[in-house]
């Protein structure tokens, strides 16, 4: 009998609390991982027995992922084999489960207003790409006496996840009830709406600064996987280091003043019909992370003290390469800068991106001033952000 098995004797979520789950940290993991936290933990999952693998690095790669590629993708997927044989074979305690979920769509904010929140289809079939890079020859996990865990799961539609987690956990956590699941995906939801709330609220803390005081900031318009060091090479951090603040639109406010002001005017106009509609700019609006950037595009356009878009992107990312002509054209024609950093992998060349970022930071230096200023004039009245708090 495996041992994962042996330690659970009961359904009570105390006897889980000996159990260990990795949970390889990429792709969309990065916009939901306070989900998974929130569900593992209702579930009788210790906090501390719940381990994220590190962010992605050449040396995580090399270690534990070498080898072990599978089809040729893009470069968010290929450094999955690092992630997975860091939970593997690169722990002090060795994991009970192994928990890589395969997220088919996403509980974007933009939810009801799009088409669709489809996740990325490499993203939904990454875990199965992945894993067949360690049970090609001889099945890894099992050697391990590792569980591998991968629900298909639709974290866009509340209603259904509760079944879908039941079916493939009731035999991985004896006991368990699609009752105690419901709850326990509550759980997620709640601790995940929580973590989005707080940081959307220091969002909006850095906007009224900015606003009060005349100020630049930029606005990082990228997947959620491109704040992992490795993947979006922190780019925006040795922005950062000039004085000016970052936001991300995956955390951009969404508080209805906010989007009253900025959206009013076009849903009067009868262009929109919500301040989340982007329609006006992307019809196909299927993918989640692609309406998210999208509709950050807009939103910079709108924002005075945005004066940067920095936009980041993926070697081999499919998925972006549509989006890069109206995402530069919408953020422009505002008069907003905008820098675009296509086709990272895993060289981060110090060279030219310290040369890039000097650029943007001159740039910055030399116009912020102006631009906040003709996007001022043209603003709706009654801005929210100026307001006395
Ligand atoms: S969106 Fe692009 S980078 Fe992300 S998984 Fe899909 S193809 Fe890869």
Redesign the pocket.
Known sequence: MPRWFARTPSGDPKSRSHLRVGIPRL?NVWSTHQFWWGFLTALGIEGEAIVFSSDTSEDQNRQFGKGRGTVD?????KCGAGHYGELVFGQKRKIDIFFSPMIYTLPSFLRGHVAETL?????MA?PENIKAGFIKEKDVFAENGIRYVSPLVSLGEPLIVPKQLYETLKDVLPGLTLEETRRAVHEGYQTLQDFNERLRAKGREVLEACAREDKPCLLVLA?P?HMDPGIGHEIEVDLQVYGYPILWVQYFPVDPDLLGWMFGEDIRAGIVKSPFDISDVWPSSY?S??NEILWGAKVAARVPWIACVIRL????????QPTYTPIQQIVERSGTLFFSFQDLDSTKPAGSVKIRVETIAHYLEKYSTEIIEKKKASMPPGCPLLRDP
Do not use: A
């Not at 993708?73 to 997927?77: A, T």
């Not at 992107?313 to 972006?320: A, H, L, T």
């Open positions: 792709l993708c893009c470069y968010p997927v996740s990325c289809p490499r993203v990454g997947r996987y993918s992370n692609t992107s993926s070697y081999e990312c499919g998925m972006d």
